[in-house]
């Protein structure tokens, strides 16, 4: 065969998703009682462990999250300033007073663990993948972090701020983190950290999905 037939022919079969599909004895973690607004880091915890990792979703929390304070200014500009929501967990996850964090602090979290355990897996970010990729990546047996809402409901009206670079970052009361482990041509299923394994319509899941800028992660 020639090379170019290879290449069409790969390119042919790694589109062919199946219609449904589930990672079977996926690891649940819950969130609570301990990380009341660690839902990012405990979805994290989880993907982990799908790996054979030990990886405890406190020690995640304490040890390996990078977080920081809710400190907010206005600056000179008239603009409202505060901390990176992309780079750090804002507020403390260990109480009701914490915030959310993006995929820039959960890929730093997953890779400090990942290098601490010698391993060469390493979390990357795959923001902005359409959903049918996510199916895909699922298929393959590789779960996908993803920023979602609270039991898939419509996103609440977001607050934000400006970060020193210049960067607009917004947060909703209902913002969650999740995982994907499922899904068929109606339904996803979702690792939960507040509600476990759980399934949700894939049209709710892919609005909510989209409402949170397509942001996810994968570890491999």
Request: charged fraction near 20%; hydrophobic fraction near 35%.
């Amino acid at each position: 065969m020639e090379e170019t037939e290879k290449t069409a022919s790969f390119s042919s079969a790694r589109r062919e998703v199946p219609q449904e599909f589930v990672i079977e004895d996926f690891p649940i973690v819950l969130q609570m009682p301990e990380l009341p607004t660690g839902c990012e880091v405990t979805a994290l915890t989880m993907a982990l462990q799908y790996y054979g990792f030990p990886a405890d979703k406190t020690v995640m929390a304490s040890r390996y999250l990078p977080t920081a304070s809710y400190d907010l200014y206005r600056g000179s500009d008239g603009r409202l300033y505060g901390p990176d929501l992309n780079r750090f967990f804002v507020g403390n996850p260990f109480s009701g007073a914490g915030y959310i964090c993006g995929t820039e602090a959960i890929i730093q979290a997953a890779n400090d663990y990942l290098s601490d355990q010698g391993s060469d897996l390493r979390a990357v970010d795959k923001t902005g993948s359409a959903p049918e990729e996510l199916y895909r990546m699922v298929s393959e047996g590789t779960p996908v972090v993803v920023w979602v809402t609270i039991s898939m409901a419509r996103r609440n009206t977001p607050e934000g701020w400006y970060t020193e670079s210049g960067d607009y970052v917004d947060w909703s009361t209902n913002d969650h983190g999740a995982v994907l482990v499922g899904y068929t041509p109606e339904s996803v299923v979702i690792a939960d950290p507040i509600a476990g394994r759980v399934t949700y319509s894939r049209e709710a899941f892919e609005s909510v999905f989209a409402s949170r800028g397509n942001q996810c992660v994968v570890i491999q």
